[in-house]
């Protein structure tokens, strides 16, 4: 019987560090699966479409379907076609951008677009920048899948993020871009849809103090921080928003009594808490 109480989990830091799979990750989605409760893996990365982040899973040893996955480029997707069905968009962004575009009724045109949609991207081309400035120069609304300056690569360096590619067009236009990734609103309310969950029954698992607890707090969602990411213990005095719950990695979800704890919103001694 599917349980009330659902997941949402971020994936680098938390499942995985670059390449490698973070101990106890396999076996913690293996238990919420057995066990029917609800979960997505939520990511800010727009570049990969949900059939491949499935495979780069699967590959991990992690089985789980394309419906377990929901990206920030899915979000945007849904977002505008609530705004304008059937609208067009200049895109400047991969696959799994595109893809969620299509699946939501929309057009990508080179000219005279509804909207300039900004993601990640491994090859961005000046020309493009500076098409996308006159654009949102005559008319057309600024979207950035999220505003991550930077991202995490597989060999432990960052390469920029979209957050860095969209500031350019800002200051070029004195527009500011809406985004609809973490922490948004517009991305947690649509996953929590996704999961049927309420609000107080939804957990957000993350490793991102400034993206996954922050948009989990500001939707009331239970939080747990974990330290297996871009986040030391330390670093936790410099914001006035706390997680519910701090844990040094997943595999401490699968010890007696913390997972339980977790879900009802118990203390548990052996857990670190904000």
């Known amino acids: 019987m599917k349980k009330d109480t659902g997941f949402l989990i971020d994936m680098d830091g938390v499942i995985y560090r670059g390449g490698e799979l973070i101990p106890g990750a396999k076996e913690f989605i293996e238990k919420l699966i057995r066990e029917d409760y609800p979960f997505l893996f939520l990511t800010n990365n727009s570049q990969r479409n949900c059939r491949d982040v499935v495979a780069?899973?699967?590959?991990?040893?992690?089985?789980?379907?394309?419906?377990?996955?929901?990206?920030?480029?899915?979000?945007?997707?849904?977002?505008?076609?609530?705004?304008?069905?059937?609208?067009?968009?200049?895109?400047?962004?991969?696959?799994?951008l595109l893809t969620a575009l299509h699946q939501n009724g929309y057009s990508i045109v080179d000219d005279d677009p509804d909207y300039v949609v900004i993601g990640e991207g491994r090859t961005i081309l000046?020309?493009?920048?500076?098409?996308?400035?006159?654009?949102?120069?005559?008319?057309?609304?600024?979207?950035?899948?999220?505003?991550?300056?930077?991202?995490?690569?597989?060999?432990?360096?960052?390469?920029?993020?979209?957050?860095?590619?969209?500031?350019?067009?800002?200051?070029?236009?004195?527009?500011?871009?809406?985004?609809a990734g973490k922490p948004s609103p517009v991305m947690m309310r649509l996953a929590k849809a996704e999961l049927g969950t309420r609000s107080f029954q939804t957990i957000m698992l993350g490793d991102t103090m400034e993206t996954d607890i922050l948009g989990g707090v500001q939707m009331g969602f239970k939080t747990v921080l974990t330290l297996t990411g871009s986040t030391d213990i330390g670093d936790l005095e410099d914001f006035a928003y706390q997680p519910d719950y701090v844990i040094q990695s997943i595999e401490e979800l699968l010890e007696k009594g913390a997972f339980e704890a977790i879900i009802k919103g118990e203390a548990k001694p052996e857990l670190v808490f904000a």
């Open 56 to 96: 780069k899973l699967h590959r991990m040893g992690i089985h789980v379907q394309e419906k377990h996955i929901f990206t920030c480029a899915i979000a945007t997707a849904r977002y505008l076609a609530s705004q304008k069905p059937n609208g067009t968009a200049f895109v400047i962004g991969e696959g799994g």
């Open 126 to 179: 000046l020309e493009s920048v500076d098409k996308a400035i006159n654009m949102v120069m005559r008319g057309a609304k600024l979207i950035a899948t999220n505003l991550d300056p930077y991202c995490p690569s597989s060999n432990g360096t960052i390469r920029s993020g979209c957050g860095a590619f969209v500031s350019m067009i800002e200051l070029a236009t004195e527009r500011k871009a809406f985004s």
